[in-house]
C-alpha cells in the first residue's frame, strides 16, 4: 500500500489551500484515511479523519470549522481542504490510512500507512 500525497505551499494567512492524498495498492473506503500534521520541534499531531463506513469526518478542535475532509472513491482519494489558513497551522501534513475505523482515531500510533508528507507554510 502507497500513499500519495499533494498540494502543500506557501499562502498568506487567511488563504486556502486542497491537499490530496490517493491510496494504491489497497481501498479504505470502509475503514479510515486522513490527514495529521507534525510542526518543527512539535509532536505529530491529530488533524482530521474520515470514516469510510459512515461517511462522516472528525476533526481536532484547532481546524473544526475551517478545514473539511472529502473523499472520492472511485479515486480511492481523500482530500483536505483548509480554509482561513493561520501561521499555526504551519507544518508537514502526512496522509495516512486504516483498514478498519478505531476509536482512538485521533492517535498516530493507530495508523500503519504514511504518505511523505507535504509541507503548508502559512506566512502572517
Known amino acids: 500500500v502507497q500513499l500519495q500525497a499533494s498540494g502543500g505551499g506557501l499562502v498568506q494567512a487567511g488563504g486556502s489551500l486542497r491537499l490530496s492524498c490517493t491510496a494504491s495498492g489497497g481501498t479504505f473506503s470502509r475503514g479510515a484515511m486522513g490527514w495529521f500534521r507534525q510542526a518543527p520541534g512539535k509532536e505529530r499531531e491529530f488533524v482530521g479523519m474520515?470514516?469510510?463506513?459512515?461517511?462522516?469526518?472528525r476533526y481536532a478542535d484547532a481546524v473544526n470549522g475551517r478545514f473539511t475532509i472529502s473523499r472520492d472513491n472511485a479515486r480511492n482519494t481523500v482530500y483536505l481542504q483548509m480554509n482561513n489558513l493561520q501561521p499555526e497551522d504551519t507544518a508537514v501534513y502526512y496522509c495516512?490510512?486504516?483498514?478498519?475505523?478505531?476509536?482512538?482515531?485521533?492517535?498516530?500510533?493507530?495508523?500503519?500507512?504514511w504518505g511523505q508528507g507535504t509541507q503548508v507554510t502559512v506566512s502572517s
Open positions: 474520515f470514516r469510510g463506513a459512515m461517511n462522516v469526518a
Open positions: 495516512t490510512a486504516r483498514g478498519v475505523w478505531s476509536v482512538q482515531y485521533y492517535r498516530a500510533s493507530e495508523y500503519n500507512y
